[in-house]
């Protein structure tokens, strides 16, 4: 199998190696799902995910955008002196915010679970806030790691935290520690990884702290955390409000319904994880900008068809995995599948605005969209309660990506294949609105399985998944 995959094109290798990270890591999580959904209440549940929604705040500020910067400064770097004196000042970027996020968030954690929904306890918070304040420390050597072409090493890094957090889990919930339990297996999961992290990238890049640099990181990451809290509101800071306004128990059905609407991203992450730590020295070889489209493209097919697995399989496992009580969550899956699909789609087509010096147009526009959102949600969730939150998200969302993509076109032209791509988008929502969601039965899993098909036929007579030659020449090319 390995001399297998050693024949196939570089591309295509580690995009199966991280795939097969995230299904080792999604593998690992969704044990936790019916041991989870089995010792915590629906209340419970639902204070456990307003400390996930926490997490996802905090690690956005605490991240500082550092793998984009990464990304974008030593990726564009003219030779590998260069590309290591980056990459250990954007290290030395993230242990300074790692040191002082640990200091503020321990210093602050009473008022800030005081302030949060759900009755969280100063303990809880100091867990996942102590989590939180390795982010950098990981996020920026995992992503040199990328760079580097060794998703070998990524796997054992992400697929090993996971597994070790469900080690430590699954034993103290069956003792009974609850939420508490959970957050402890975060913490030490954390721990162990960072360490093994920062003694590697002392290894192989060391780490500087040239303060002159910093300010240049620092215009481009540091809009990019406007980016990630719009990010944050448009995808997790329904839930709040929705807690606030229906109670944690009923929040929890769609807590877990966005869990696995949100699967349809870890599918799209082997091909963005790929991608997005190549497009930028992709741009600079010959012929840049058209195999930039080309890929582009690929990944809007992806994100669509992601979406449709979610959408096929989501309600079985929902039905599988939990207690007949979270089944009411099944009704949303396939929506917030397709959001999460046109989320990632944006990031896709808005690279032209990621390849400037600076992030402000990408933040201006996601934080107009969280506006958007925010109305949306105070507007409609008090009457429409889960629905509500859906529209919101999806007008908010909609605006985001017509938006990123004008600017994105105007400041580095593609020529992604937008009629086709619009067409074909038009055919999967048809397809995702047809996606039975009853008990499994030969007839409903036989109507997935040919609405799954029609979307890939579709796909390829639209010329935008050229099956017959596996891939675009930009994927095949092993200089890419």
């Known amino acids: 199998m390995f001399n297998k995959l050693r024949n196939m094109p570089t591309a295509l290798q580690h995009s199966l190696i991280y795939a097969a990270a995230m299904a080792l890591s999604k593998g690992f999580a969704l044990i936790m799902v019916p041991i989870a959904t089995h010792y915590l209440t629906p209340e419970d549940y639902g204070r456990l995910d307003v400390l996930q929604t926490l997490a996802d705040l905090l690690s956005i500020v605490i991240g500082m955008g550092l793998a ?24 030395g970027m993230a242990l300074i915010l790692g040191a002082l996020a640990l200091l503020l968030t321990q210093l602050l954690a009473a008022p800030i679970a005081h302030l949060l929904p759900g009755n969280i306890s100063e303990l809880e918070a100091r867990l996942i806030l102590a989590s939180l304040s390795m982010v950098g420390s990981i996020l920026v050597p995992l992503s040199w790691l990328r760079m580097q072409g060794k998703p070998w090493l990524y796997m054992a890094g ?39 992290l920062i003694f590697r990238q002392l290894k192989d890049t060391g780490v500087r702290f040239e303060f002159a640099r910093f300010r240049a990181y620092s215009a481009y990451g540091g809009p990019l955390i406007f980016v990630g809290m719009a ?4 995808g997790s800071f329904d839930r709040w409000i929705l807690a606030d306004a229906v109670g944690t128990a009923e929040m929890a059905q769609y807590a877990l319904a966005a869990k ?17 730590a190549r497009r930028f020295s992709c741009l600079k070889e010959e012929n840049g900008k058209e195999r930039c489209a080309k890929v582009g493209g690929v990944g809007v097919v992806v994100a669509l068809f992601a ?21 009411q ?11 999460a699909a046109l989320h990632n789609a944006t990031s896709t087509v808005g690279f032209g605005a990621m390849s400037q010096k600076n992030t402000l147009r990408p933040a201006a526009i996601d934080g ?5 959102a925010l109305i949306g949600y105070f507007s409609l969730i008090p009457d429409y309660h889960a629905w509500g939150a859906i529209t919101a998200t999806t007008l908010a969302l909609g605006y985001r990506f017509a938006i990123t993509y004008y600017i994105s076109q105007r400041a580095l032209y593609l020529a992604y294949p937008v009629r086709r791509l619009a067409l074909l988008a038009a055919v999967a929502m048809l397809a995702l609105s047809l996606m039975p969601s009853a008990p499994l039965t030969l007839s409903t899993a036989l109507t997935s399985v040919l609405l799954l098909s029609a979307f890939v036929v579709a796909a390829a007579l639209l010329g ?3 099956i017959k030659r596996w891939l675009p020449a930009a994927l095949t090319k092993r200089s890419v």
Do not use: K
Not at 231 to 234: A, R, Y
Not at 368 to 372: E, F, L, T, V
């Open 231 to 234: 990010g944050f509101i448009l």
């Open 329 to 339: 969550s099944i009704q949303y899956i396939p929506w917030l599948a397709a959001l």
């Open 260 to 276: 696995f609407g949100l699967i349809t991203a870890v599918l799209i992450q082997p091909f963005d994880l790929w991608w997005h």
């Open 158 to 196: 992400t697929a090993g935290r996971v597994a070790l957090q469900v080690l430590i889990a699954v034993p103290l919930l069956m003792l009974g520690f609850g939420v508490v339990g959970v957050l402890t297996g975060t913490l030490l999961s954390a721990v162990c990884l960072c360490s093994y």
């Open 68 to 91: 984009e910067t990464l990304f974008r400064f030593a990726g564009s770097a003219e030779d590998s002196e260069e590309r290591e004196r980056a990459s250990a000042n954007i290290f």
């Open 464 to 466: 935008v998944l050229p």
């Open 307 to 327: 979406a449709l697995i979610i959408a096929a399989i989501g309600p079985a496992l929902v039905r599988l995995l939990t207690p007949e009580a979270y089944h």
């Open 368 to 372: 107009s969209a969280a506006a958007i």
